[in-house]
């Protein structure tokens, strides 16, 4: 650590902020955020009007190609005593943590840290700003924004181009230039293109605290008031990035309002998190939500013979008793698929008032007449028979987006940790540990696109 040199215009505005910035760098031994790993990390840590700058060799723990080499200068021989990144997190993380990261194309710096420190078992995600787009928003007039182009077209002077403090200063020399240059627009810029978002200043200190300590993946959160008693319960595919963006734009919601203490359950998939919701809803006394939405199920009610009768009703949302009979996006679909499942199944359609018309009191039944049913619920014993058969073949109704599966185990991987977790549905609906049955409305997508990655991610273990 040393002092670095001074950008007087950019420490200033810095200053205002709520909060710290870091100019960063990684170099990595390629561009692949699952298989490659960082080599190097450096960055000015602007806070309160100083500045500070650090700077890590980091072995990534498996060859660096003689392609980066020639890029970025960093060789196998250099990070062979290099510490290892579980050595450099703790120190880093501090420096990192309720920080702006400003980098140049910040995704593929912000991706690969929040990888690396999810390896070692460490949660993070912060406010990052892309001074690619940065570039782009303050100069439309110039076709290139990469960091060669900018540095030729400030006359900025760089030693070492590539290697990362090299690069770190050379951002932070256009950020200083550009601001002279464009003032309040780099201002209104800076602030619009910021993702994640800076969490705002009105912010609970400590609640601020508990949020930057997110990871920016799949979870669940619960907010809790002074208590210890759930206000809300939500799933999350990109934890930080969702709470930090509504936090921005909602400052009266409930979900923040009288919150005290936030826990985060962390999940390896969206299927996943939703099925941890259903049981944290259950821990923390919440009740699910029972709405009924766009989605379509068939529920069998006794008539005053008792035969039971088909009936299609909104499917609801919440914990159930067992897994829905099909389900159905429209009317239409799901009455040609109940002819379609009662002729199956030799079941009549009639009893079950599957038929265009309603018959008068007395009338033969139609299906009866023609000889294509045997007559089994004109009597009461009959009756007993068929709705036993229907309760028996009730599960092998359709499912939306399904096909013919009715039963399938899903499997979610952590592509970073490698951890994964398999999941059962049955007609739609996820089962849980006590035997419920959960679903709601993001489910049916969701599993269409489980569907859709294949049969490494998708095992049918029954079929209607």
């Known amino acids: 650590m040393a002092q670095a040199p001074y950008w007087p215009q950019l420490a200033a505005y810095f200053a205002r902020l709520a909060a710290p910035v870091a100019v960063l760098d990684i170099e990595s031994t390629g561009g692949h955020f699952y298989q490659d790993r960082i080599t190097e990390v450096a960055l000015l840590r602007f806070d309160n009007g100083r500045v500070k700058s650090y700077q890590w060799l980091v072995n990534p723990q498996q060859p660096i190609s003689s392609f980066i080499t020639g890029l970025t200068g960093i060789s196998n021989e250099m990070v062979a005593d290099a510490p290892v990144f579980s050595d450099v997190a703790a120190e880093l993380l501090p420096l990192l943590r309720g920080t702006v990261l400003v980098a140049h194309n910040s995704r593929f710096d912000y991706t690969f840290l929040r990888h690396e420190f999810h390896r070692v078992g460490i949660d993070f995600a912060a406010p990052a700003l892309c001074t690619v787009q940065l570039s782009r928003r303050l100069y439309p007039q110039f076709h290139k924004h990469n960091l060669d182009s900018i540095i030729e077209r400030f006359s900025i002077e760089v030693e070492s181009r590539h290697r990362a403090m090299a690069d770190v200063v050379a951002l932070a020399d256009f950020l200083e230039k550009s601001l002279i240059e464009k003032g309040g627009e780099w201002e209104k810029q800076y602030r619009a293109l910021m993702n994640p978002k800076m969490l705002p200043a009105w912010l609970p200190p400590m609640l601020a605290q508990q949020i930057y300590a997110l990871p920016d993946t799949h979870g669940v959160s619960v907010w809790l008031d002074g208590k210890g008693k759930a206000l809300d319960i939500r799933v999350h595919e990109k934890a930080f990035s969702e709470i930090s963006a509504r936090a921005q734009q909602d400052k009266s919601s409930l979900f923040i309002c009288g919150v005290d203490q936030l826990v985060f359950v962390s999940a390896v998939g969206g299927l996943h998190a939703i099925w941890l919701k259903a049981q944290l809803m259950t821990k923390y006394g919440l009740r699910p939500s029972e709405s009924r939405g766009k989605y379509l199920t068939v529920d069998f009610i006794p008539d005053e013979r008792q035969r039971l009768q088909a009936r299609i009703v909104p499917m609801v949302c919440g914990n159930q008793k067992k897994p829905p009979n099909g389900l159905f996006l429209h009317k239409k679909s799901a009455k040609k698929a109940l002819s379609i499942w009662a002729q199956a199944y030799g079941l009549c359609p009639s009893s079950l008032d599957l038929l265009p018309v ?43 987006d399904w096909g013919s599966a009715r039963k399938v185990e899903i499997v979610e991987t952590d592509e970073v940790s490698g951890r994964s977790v398999a999941l059962c549905c049955v007609s739609g609906a996820l089962a849980l540990p006590d035997g419920a049955w959960y679903f709601d409305e993001s489910l049916p997508a969701l599993l269409k696109t489980k569907f859709k990655q294949g049969k490494h991610v998708v095992r049918v273990l029954e079929a209607v």
């Open 358 to 400: 309603t018959l008068a009191q007395d009338a033969p039944c139609p299906v009866y007449v023609v000889g294509k049913c045997e007559g089994d619920c004109i009597s009461d014993e009959g009756v007993d028979i068929q709705n036993q058969r229907i309760v028996a073949q009730a599960s092998r109704l359709p499912v939306v």
